[in-house]
């Protein structure tokens, strides 16, 4: 690794711990070239946050990861229509692109283009513009549209061309029919041919928010498909383009393999998003069924596969009469045995007590652990737990937790908890309660 790209590393590992940047690095660096990650960034975000985006695609250069970037510009357009007297109108949801409006369309992806790869190039990073010859198109609706086209077809070899060179390549959302004729694309539709078309790692959708919001204005952690989608789409809360917009990326990774997914972050985020099982936006990918299991349920566990889980991601053994001296109230555990949730019930039975929250390495960064917690806090209103002072997870606790306490030895969380002498309680029963997991070697 050259000098360059260890202090790239350094500066990513001062947002995760070094042994994460270098878990993704080994991973997005096993694709091939075209296939770590297509990024996709709105016209706001390049008017507005342009040195920020700029300097995150200069971070994945130096660490020799090459993004497939598309860009947007709505805004610019709206402003070069306005003054050239050209009244913009929406149909569906698409631009209606008259021919005289193509060519201001065409000036204008071409100016933000220039812009974008001025700004790399500011920085040492290569850039070319691609303003055509990757998308293949055919009008929708000529009659309604104008000039607005479908992809029919990708073409990748300006883009492999430019990242042989060791340029990124940066793409204008125009596409041309097989005649000639340049068409006006959505960069989203642009951005899932795209994605369609590479069958890349990541999907990064750059915006001003960061991220899909809750009903409160947070944005959700991690989407699990396969346990959140029906449930999310059924929210009064979840606004029309929000339930666009996961309408559309579900689509996209029912056409790509298992391991994709999709995140959605802000630009100066971009590299604790790639590089961190924390993230910092939304991570949607299809995920696996997570099954709760309770009362006579508790039968069904596999012991020694969960034993195996709760071993290998606290590094410790644990005790060999947990699973008959424990009182389960609740246990979370997606169907691969890589992620759970573990309730018991600890003298006070109307508020549960987390006692194992794991997830393996492999799964670390997937999105099924933040899935399980989101689930289990829907479930459970109150809820308080302890971890170890020196447990590195406890900046994400401190984060989902309404209170902590901390003593010489354990940090005690909880949520939902009312008034000074319930918090006191679980406190001390939380303080009290013995260790689970054999002291180590």
């Known amino acids: 690794m050259s000098s360059t790209q260890e202090i790239i590393t350094r500066l990513l590992g001062s947002i995760g711990t070094r042994k994460e940047v270098d878990q993704y690095l080994k991973q997005f660096a096993s694709a091939s070239a075209t296939r770590f990650a297509i990024i996709k960034v709105g016209g706001n975000v390049v008017a507005r946050e342009l040195d920020d985006l700029a300097s995150s695609l200069t971070f994945l250069h130096q660490v020799g990861l090459h993004p497939i970037l598309i860009h947007g510009a709505g805004p610019q357009l709206d402003e070069a229509l306005g003054a050239a007297g050209i009244v913009s109108e929406r149909v569906d949801g698409l631009r209606v692109t008259s021919s005289t409006a193509l060519e201001v369309a065409r000036r204008v992806f071409q100016e933000e283009n220039f812009r974008l790869c001025a ?23 000529p009659e309604r ?44 539709v642009a951005a899932r041919a795209l994605a369609l078309g590479t069958q890349p790692f990541k999907i990064v959708f750059l915006t001003e928010t960061g991220g899909l919001l809750d009903e409160n204005g947070q944005i959700l952690s991690a989407i699990n498909l396969v346990e959140d989608y029906d449930l999310l789409m059924a929210q009064p809360w979840l606004h ?34 790639l590089f961190t099982h924390r993230g910092s936006g939304t991570l949607i990918r299809q995920g696996e069924r997570v099954q709760l299991i309770e009362g006579e349920g508790f039968a069904s566990i596999d012991q020694e596969r969960l034993r195996g889980l709760l071993e290998d991601c606290f590094q410790r053994k644990l005790l060999l009469n947990y699973f008959d001296k424990k009182r389960f109230f609740r246990v979370y555990l997606a169907d691969s045995y890589h992620a759970t949730a573990i309730l018991t019930s600890e003298g ?16 670390q960064g997937a999105g099924v652990g933040g899935s399980i917690w989101q689930r289990m806090r829907r479930d459970n209103p109150k809820l308080f737990w302890r971890s170890r002072v020196d ?27 009312e008034g000074f002498p319930e918090v006191r309680a679980c406190i001390e029963k939380a303080l009290a309660l013995p260790a689970t997991l054999m002291a180590s070697a």
Request: hydrophobic content about 45%; glycine content about 8%.
């Open 240 to 273: 029309s383009g929000m339930r666009l917009k996961l309408q559309e990326i579900k689509q996209l990774l029912d056409g790509l393999p298992h391991t994709s997914s999709v995140s959605i972050t802000k630009p100066h985020l971009l590299a604790r998003e």
């Open 145 to 188: 549209l104008g000039l607005v086209g479908q992809v029919t077809r990708v073409h990748l070899a300006a883009v492999e061309a430019a990242i042989r060179a060791g340029q990124l390549p940066i793409l204008a959302s125009l596409g041309e029919t097989a005649g000639g004729q340049i068409l006006n694309i959505n960069a989203d």
């Open 391 to 417: 447990n590195p997870i406890n900046s994400w606790y401190f984060e989902h937790a309404d209170g902590s306490f901390k003593s010489d030895r354990w940090a005690v969380f909880w949520y939902g908890l």
């Open 119 to 141: 700004a790399l190039e500011e920085l040492g990073t290569r850039a070319r513009p691609i303003l055509s010859g990757v998308f293949e198109a055919e009008a929708i609706a």
């Open 348 to 363: 006070r039975r109307e508020i549960p007590y987390l006692d194992k929250f794991a997830v393996t390495q492999e799964a």
